[in-house]
């Protein structure tokens, strides 16, 4: 093999390191993790003081809010960790015994179908808090419930053809 011309050879270092324009974008995810961590708290101290008068519905309501909160942190996570390790560089913690398992681990398939099935978890804990307002004052019109179903709809089908797709490819390589 001959050598490469230099100028090829230096865009394609500057290609290379271009991955790094990414970091500031999931140092801002980290700061959105944290407004998400100051929303969580906000609702939990808002409606602490008055659980002893809450209705059941109202607490189930609540709750279906703290978890549609922590999904969407579950989720902010694995996309931080997982895109700056598939993207920018990994993550040097080999030391650090409470590294989730599942760290270094996820390609971006992975991280495709864990994406779709935190969005259809987190649309499905939206659709459910709707469902508890049907036939009150201030609920849900049964044209926007019938959107938001829809909308769930077309989620969780695209979470399973994004599997499909991926187990068709990984079927088609161990055929090779």
Same mark, same amino acid.
């Given at each position: 093999?001959?050598?490469?011309? &230099?100028?090829? =050879? ?13 970091? &500031?974008?999931? $140092?801002?995810?980290?700061? #959105? $993790? ?11 101290? /808002?409606? $602490? &003081?008055? #659980? ?6 109202? %607490?189930? !309501? ?7 909160? #922590? ?5 902010? !996570? ?28 996820? @390609?971006? *398939?992975?991280?495709?179908?864990? !994406?779709?099935?935190?969005?259809? #978890?987190? *649309?499905?804990? =939206?659709?459910?808090? =709707? ?9 849900? *019109? &049964?044209?926007?419930?019938?959107? !938001?179903?829809?909308? /769930? ?6 979470? %399973?053809?994004?599997?499909?797709? @991926? ?10």
């Amino acid at each position: 093999m001959g050598k490469e011309n &230099p100028v090829e =050879q230096g865009f394609e270092k500057l290609l290379f390191a271009s991955r790094w324009l990414l970091a &500031p974008i999931y $140092l801002g995810l980290v700061a #959105a $993790l944290g407004l998400l961590v100051v929303v969580f708290l906000r609702e939990l101290f /808002h409606y $602490l &003081p008055m #659980a002893l008068e809450m209705s059941d519905e109202k %607490v189930i !309501l609540l709750i279906l809010s703290l978890i549609d909160l #922590a999904l969407a942190g579950n989720l902010l !996570l694995i996309v931080i960790f997982s895109g700056y390790e598939n993207f920018v560089s990994k993550l040097d913690l080999d030391d650090e015994s409470d590294r989730p398992d599942w760290m270094g681990k996820i @390609d971006f *398939s992975g991280l495709k179908i864990k !994406l779709i099935a935190s969005i259809v #978890a987190i *649309s499905a804990i =939206q659709l459910l808090k =709707q469902f508890m307002e049907v036939g009150k004052e201030a609920g849900v *019109s &049964p044209v926007e419930l019938r959107w !938001l179903i829809a909308l /769930h709809l077309t989620f969780v089908f695209s979470g %399973v053809m994004m599997a499909v797709m @991926d187990w068709l490819k990984a079927r088609s390589k161990s055929c090779d």
